[in-house]
């Protein structure tokens, strides 16, 4: 038997710049397939009967390093699968809702994400939870670019509406990092567990961006709104004007 894979800690490979949090799961669940084949394997009769002729030579110590490495992998991989399942209910919003349905998600999101940094063997670290965050701001912004165009290119939508939608993009930026902020008020009043000491501006940085180019089209919808409203109602009075301008000259 041959059995050639990589059993040191890693992160989730941060991919594509677009990835959600279901990236995480996804991989995790692969990781962990993959080590509980080995796992498997290394029960077979065959591997049973390598081992016990490695117990008599200089190599056994090196196995039985990879073999704990092996199972210290299945055991993270297990772990983390556990917490980031927990964690699918309240990122469906992400997938599937708008955006009033993802602020009403928030509360509960991020208390679930605190119970991972403050619970979790494996996940806890700052690297993989700031990997986590930046997921949830990738598919965030994701969906309200999708709310955004929901009803067709931007230039062919009603302004009104469109209005409304490009403002429930900033109000979902600005609850997304208010109930953060909450949430990372609430952890400093227990000193004795992990904190969310993750740099911000990884995890919000993407999505402040993004929102102040919404504010813009904001602007510039708004003054198109404004000066078709303006040439609609002067239509009708600017005949009226240039007919009694005409009558005195």
């Not at 890693?10 to 993959?34: C, I, T, V």
């Not at 709310?147 to 230039?155: A, I, S």
């Amino acid at each position: 038997m041959h059995t050639c894979i990589h059993t040191h800690t890693q992160d989730a490979p941060k991919g594509a710049d677009d990835l959600g949090p279901d990236s995480e799961l996804k991989y995790w669940r692969g990781r962990m397939a993959k080590f509980n084949s080995v796992v498997e394997q290394l029960k077979s009769k065959d591997a049973i009967m390598v081992r016990e002729v490695a117990k008599r030579s200089k190599v056994f110590k090196r196995w039985k390093h990879i073999d704990n490495s092996i199972t210290d992998s299945l055991n993270e991989a297990k772990d983390n699968v556990k917490y980031l399942a927990t964690l699918e209910k309240y990122t469906e919003p992400l997938y599937h809702g708008d955006p009033q349905q993802i602020i009403e998600s928030l509360p509960g999101l991020m208390n679930n994400v605190k119970m991972m940094l403050t619970i979790a063997r494996y996940y806890s670290n700052a690297e993989r939870m700031t990997i986590l965050f930046c997921k949830i701001t990738n598919q965030m912004i994701t969906k309200c670019k999708q709310h955004m165009t929901q009803h067709g290119d931007l230039w062919k939508q009603n302004p009104d509406p469109l209005i409304e939608n490009l403002n429930a993009v900033l109000r979902l930026n600005d609850a997304y990092q208010e109930q953060y902020r909450i949430t990372k008020d609430k952890l400093t009043t227990q000193p004795k567990v992990k904190q969310f000491d993750f740099n911000e501006s990884d995890i919000f940085g993407k999505f402040d961006l993004f929102c102040k180019r919404v504010t813009k089209l904001i602007d510039m919808f708004t003054t198109i709104q404004q000066f078709s409203s303006l040439a609609n109602h002067d239509v009708e009075g600017m005949d009226n004007l240039m007919k009694g301008r005409e009558s005195r000259t």
